[in-house]
């Protein structure tokens, strides 16, 4: 069984699989930044949960071979002081790879590289104070910054004064070879002009000073010919990183948009196309956590289940997964219940994840019986329910505690009068007696994002 999902099992290419169909998406940012030779800055703007890295790590594999290709993620790299360092640090890497030793472009990168670096260094503040800063923290760039900026450091601020020119002629340079590795050697080289295409995945999750230091950086430094960047986050979101460095009453949205040339959304716009997406990944997770192979159709019923609670509750896909992650290490610690239990199970997992004070009153043994029936119920209407979950003993589970009229009942076979009353009995005494079996099977259990 495989109990947690970090967006990688979608697969690493599109020709693996296109799950919410976004290839097109992706041959359409090709295809731009293949048709213009000026900079292009993208900001790929979709919610908490979107997709947005699988995107982006399935385009980078769609282009890798026509484009320079570096990945950077903010997250991983946010305990660097400077921006600056920590992107031609990853630019440096791809270099190293794809360069030899001797290459001309490779030398002269670095060099330049490092003398821009040792610029903003100078102009720093945080280089002054001794072992802020080491050369381990900086990669091949630090070795020679760090050890020069220390004899230099106690006439800086003169230096600065009387270096604008040579700072300027850095940033310069610094552009030039940053052009020169996308083009071949020698007119002669087989090698064909690679355009530099930077991808910058998880600037939600790293600090915020260090996010916007990033696209601003990106911008003065690296605007340069033949040099695109993709920027996924959350937009909205954001805008708080920037009123936190510039004011609350400061315009964010304008500003933001001062670098980026196009914005592509991943969020949907068509609930339709969304509902769709959500089964098909869902199907898609049930299918990779080998459920499936165990017991196909106690796996197709809870999969209806969460398809129905992701579509009533609008979850993201991070939200089905940490659910799904959830509901499976419980559903296994009770080795293998009952369908009806392991409807309980998943309708305790999405408390757990998404509805988290109702699953505390669960342990705290004041639950409301009617807002718990209320918030794991497909629908009021039984025809619904029963269409979701194929099996009026299941449906009657997640129906909510709307009365069931005389005229319902009439309608009913006598098993099926007896089978509501029976499971909606036990699930409220389930309910009103505290921590059943079943909400202690995941009191203790939280999955955390990676």
């Known amino acids: ?53 699988t995107f982006l790590r399935k385009l980078g594999a769609l282009m890798d071979d026509d484009f320079h290709v570096i990945k950077f993620d903010a997250f991983a790299l946010d305990y660097h002081s400077d921006a600056f360092v920590a992107l031609t640090g990853e630019i440096i890497a791809h270099v190293q790879r794809r360069f030899g030793e001797d290459d001309q472009r490779r030398i002269e990168f670095i060099t330049k590289s490092k ?9 720093g503040t945080k280089v002054a104070t001794a072992g802020v800063l080491s050369a381990t923290d900086l990669g091949e760039i630090g070795d020679e910054i760090v050890s020069s900026i220390g004899s230099e450091m106690h006439s800086a601020g003169a230096e600065i004064l009387q270096q604008r020119e040579n700072e300027r002629s850095a940033f310069q340079s610094f552009g030039t070879a940053l052009s020169q590795l996308q083009t071949p050697i020698s007119s002669k080289d087989v090698e064909k002009k690679k355009k530099i295409v930077i991808l ?19 911008k003065h430094f690296f605007n340069v010919d033949g040099v695109s960047f993709l920027f996924a986050l959350n937009r909205d979101q954001f805008s708080h990183a920037v009123c936190g460095r510039y004011g609350s009453d400061f315009d964010a949205t304008t500003y933001l948009q001062k670098f980026f040339e196009i914005e592509i959304s991943l969020t949907y716009k068509d609930k339709q196309q969304l509902r769709g997406d959500r089964r098909t990944y869902v199907e898609h997770l049930f299918q990779v956590s080998g459920l499936v192979e165990v017991d196909s159709g106690a796996s197709r019923l809870f999969a209806s289940y969460l398809t129905e609670l992701a579509e009533r509750w609008d979850l993201s896909l991070r939200d089905i997964e940490k659910v799904l992650s959830t509901f499976l290490i419980a559903y296994v610690a009770k080795r293998k219940p009952l369908l009806f239990e392991g409807l309980f199970l998943m309708g305790f997992a999405f408390l757990k994840v998404i509805k988290r004070d109702l699953f505390k009153s669960l342990q705290d043994k004041n639950a409301n019986v009617g807002l718990i029936f209320e918030a794991i119920k497909i629908s009021d209407d039984l025809d619904i329910a029963r269409r979701a979950v194929s099996d009026f003993n299941q449906s009657v589970l997640i129906l909510g505690t709307k009365k069931v009229t005389r005229e319902l009942l009439a309608d009913l076979s006598d098993e099926e009068q007896d089978s509501y009353f029976r499971v909606t009995e036990f699930f409220t005494h389930n309910i009103e007696h505290g921590v059943s079996d079943y909400t202690r099977s995941m009191t203790g259990i939280t999955v955390f994002e990676d």
């Open 1 to 53: 069984m495989k109990y947690f999902f970090r967006g990688d099992d979608a697969g690493d290419t599109f020709e693996e699989d296109d799950i919410l169909g976004r290839l097109e998406t992706a041959r359409g940012i090709k295809s731009l930044i293949s048709s213009t030779n000026q900079p292009v800055s993208i900001l790929l703007d979709g919610n908490w949960g979107s997709g947005k890295s």
């Open 115 to 123: 003398k821009v670096a040792r610029v903003l260094f100078r102009v």
């Open 200 to 218: 910058i995945d998880e600037l939600d999750r790293c600090r915020p000073d260090f996010a916007l230091d990033i696209i601003e950086k990106a």
